[in-house]
């Protein structure tokens, strides 16, 4: 029936901005029951009083949800909005309020979910929180607190807690050991102890998250949570042998496992593991063989055993796990052949049609793994990170990879791959971004029809650019995100994070010979070119000063001859970028060209200019674009590179993206009711 009545005002992601005024018309909504003002850029203080009226908040006595996060707000909580007994959400997340919690609040009786998270809220954390009747959610992490009342008020219908990254320590798990209902439950980020002599037993706890608490032994009261699914002890301070109670625990519902970045030691029995879809012991001190129990393994999703010391070989096995999509291997003691990955699927139909997970991710960089690139990888038909650097692999160019239409990343370092590089495929590597086969033994010229292939380094009009990062596992427990480890003018680059616009090829420290393709301008979308250390001769293509986004370039140890082509990128290289070769001339070298040979003075290209517009058209956003495209550089590194030569401004902003910044939290609205 209608009445006339506003009873949902919905205003979240209209880019609104300013404060909001106590004598506002919204005030005057009497018979509200919604107000959504979230993701905006609303500021200032959340008016509280005007004049004589006790809080602006008075007149909505109906309403039910309250959202204002992801604004701008500053100053003190609110006080007067926890008066509206009609209350059943509150969101006041992702501002920046401040100072503490009201201690006596009594009319939030039908309060549901309450999230305070990511704010600059202080001191002790009122007992009434805990004691609301009707409360199932509680988010307050990402604040200052720094306790727990003295005296809670458990109320056992609370289902999910998350306290973490506040700065709590102490006994908190045995404050909280009668939330009986509890579902889900964070503290990572706090430093917090765990009294193993009081027996703590949380009867329906699924998730457990105690990330970088500072623990230094795995938790006993672990053995009385006989229905968790997930659990995570990372970036804690656990050493040693992981104990037998803990690897002999039948872990019969537990899908998630991560005590990634601790100092574990030994070797690991993974018997009763049987469920477990994704297992994360990274950064660890592990070693031995790799357990055959985990051929039993049949839900696994993600298996991530890097940089630790396991050695021999890899069970056959992994290549009949049907749901693996990620193996990230890197940085052990593997021997033995390469492991026969994706035999049970022969096409992105059957695989589709049996229900099985598409493997995106093969990292086994820096083992010892031997041989041939296996057949079965051209199965792989999701591929799209494949990192095999490192090893003692001894075979020709897989051309036949090409095929997989979805690669990316393809790196094959530091082996023993030999002879040209070769591909009959017309379409091979539509999708190739990252191409590393530097310090190898490929000889024989460079291929046009390679570099013609490569599509997604040439911009046109499908490629639009957007910053987005390679996931490969990702839901409400973990996110796995493709990282590679580049060399960039001598110095090495761990990329934590992968954008999909990064572009870059290394051939280097190879015996590669013959001219350079002039297709190779084509790849305008290009960012770091390495060619040193070959048998290259004739001289530099002047279509490569079409690559309007080329940050670095190494041509220098070959036999390059005749004068450096100038214009756009290539005024801004330097002379590291053309050593070693001595029969070029010209600028930035101080060798001079001789002008009586016409045929060595560079002319400019007919495009040139029109190229030169397009460059600045696309200044904005693209110099930005390739800021990100980078991880995490050692800090002398950028000085040493900046000292060298006066760059333009948007090389500069090269060098900004990598700093890692410290990441916004995720939109989590439809994670609201997940445990």
């Not at 908190?172 to 889900?184: A, E, F, Y």
Request: hydrophobic share 40%.
């Amino acid at each position: 029936m209608l009445t006339g009545y506003v009873i949902v005002l919905d205003l979240h992601l209209t880019n609104l901005s300013g404060s909001m005024h106590p004598n506002s018309s919204l005030f005057q909504l009497r018979h509200l029951q919604t107000l959504n003002f979230a993701y905006n850029n609303l500021s200032g203080p959340i008016p509280y009083s005007i004049g004589e009226i006790p809080d602006v908040f008075s007149n909505l006595q109906e309403l039910v949800n309250l959202y204002l996060s992801y604004n701008s707000f500053i100053g003190p909580f609110p006080s007067s909005i926890v008066r509206l007994a009609s209350l059943e959400s509150l969101d006041l997340s992702s501002n920046s309020l401040s100072g503490p919690l009201p201690s006596n609040v009594s009319m939030l009786q039908k309060l549901v979910d309450l999230d305070f998270s990511h704010d600059s809220l202080n001191g002790t954390i009122p007992s009434w929180m805990f004691s609301l009747p009707s409360l199932y959610m509680l988010e307050l992490h990402h604040n200052l607190f720094n306790g727990l009342s003295d005296e809670l008020k458990l109320n056992p219908t609370l289902g999910r807690l998350d306290l973490s990254h506040n700065q709590l320590s102490g006994p908190v798990l045995r404050s909280l050991q009668n939330l009986t209902n509890l579902v889900n439950l964070d503290l990572s980020s706090n430093n917090i102890t765990v009294d193993e002599a009081i027996p703590i037993a949380f009867p329906s706890l699924e998730v457990l998250q105690l990330s970088s608490c500072e623990l230094k032994d795995l938790p006993h009261f672990l053995r009385n949570l006989k229905t968790l699914r997930a659990l995570n002890l990372s970036n804690n301070k656990i050493r040693g042998q992981i104990p037998n109670w803990f690897s002999n625990w039948r872990w019969d519902s537990l899908f998630h496992l991560n005590l990634s970045h601790n100092s574990l030691s030994g070797h690991i029995d993974l018997s009763h593991y049987y469920s477990l879809v994704s297992l994360d012991l990274k950064f660890n001190f592990l070693e031995g063989p790799l357990p055959s129990a985990i051929c039993n393994m049949s839900f696994l999703n993600l298996l991530d055993l890097s940089r630790n010391n396991f050695s021999n070989s890899i069970p056959s096995c992994l290549g009949n796990m049907t749901q693996l999509t990620v193996l990230d291997l890197r940085k052990n003691n593997f021997s033995g052949s390469l492991p026969p990955l994706c035999t049970q699927i022969t096409s992105l139909a059957t695989s589709i049609l049996n229900g099985y997970q598409l493997m995106t991710t093969i990292i086994l960089n820096g083992n010892r793994f031997e041989g041939h690139v296996p057949v079965s990888w051209l199965n792989c038909v999701g591929l799209e990170v494949l990192d095999i650097g490192n090893n003692a692999i001894t075979d020709t160019f897989p051309a036949s990879l090409g095929t997989l239409e979805e690669l990316q990343v393809l790196v094959l370092k530091s082996n023993k791959f030999h002879g040209p590089i070769t591909t009959k495929l017309k379409f091979g590597f539509p999708k190739l971004r990252i191409l590393d086969l530097s310090h190898n033994e490929f000889s024989d010229s460079l291929p046009a029809e390679v570099f013609r292939n490569f599509k997604a380094m040439i911009k046109d009009d499908t490629n639009k650019g957007e910053i987005r990062y390679m996931k490969r596992f990702d839901s409400f427990f973990d996110v796995y995100e493709d990282s590679v480890r580049l060399v960039v003018k001598g110095n090495e680059i761990e990329l934590e994070r992968i954008t999909t616009i990064m572009t870059t090829i290394d051939l280097s420290s190879n015996h590669f010979e013959g001219d350079i393709p002039m297709e190779v301008g084509r790849l305008n979308m290009l960012e770091a070119l390495d060619l040193s250390w070959n048998r290259l001769t004739g001289k530099i293509p002047r279509e490569l000063t079409r690559m309007n986004f080329l940050a670095f370039l190494n041509l220098s140890q070959n036999l390059l001859v005749g004068p450096i082509p100038r214009g756009l990128q290539f005024n801004t290289f330097d002379n590291d970028s053309y050593g070693g070769n001595l029969d070029l001339c010209g600028p930035p070298l101080t060798k001079q060209c001789g002008t009586s040979d016409l045929s060595l003075v560079p002319q400019p290209l007919e495009s040139e200019g029109e190229d030169e517009a397009y460059f600045f058209s696309g200044f904005t956003w693209e110099s930005v674009v390739i800021g990100y495209s980078f991880g995490l550089v050692v800090g002398t590194v950028v000085c040493s590179l900046m000292l060298k030569a006066v760059k333009p401004k948007w090389f500069v902003e090269f060098f900004e993206g990598l700093i890692p910044h410290k990441k916004r939290r995720p939109t989590k609205r439809a994670q609201r009711r997940q445990t």
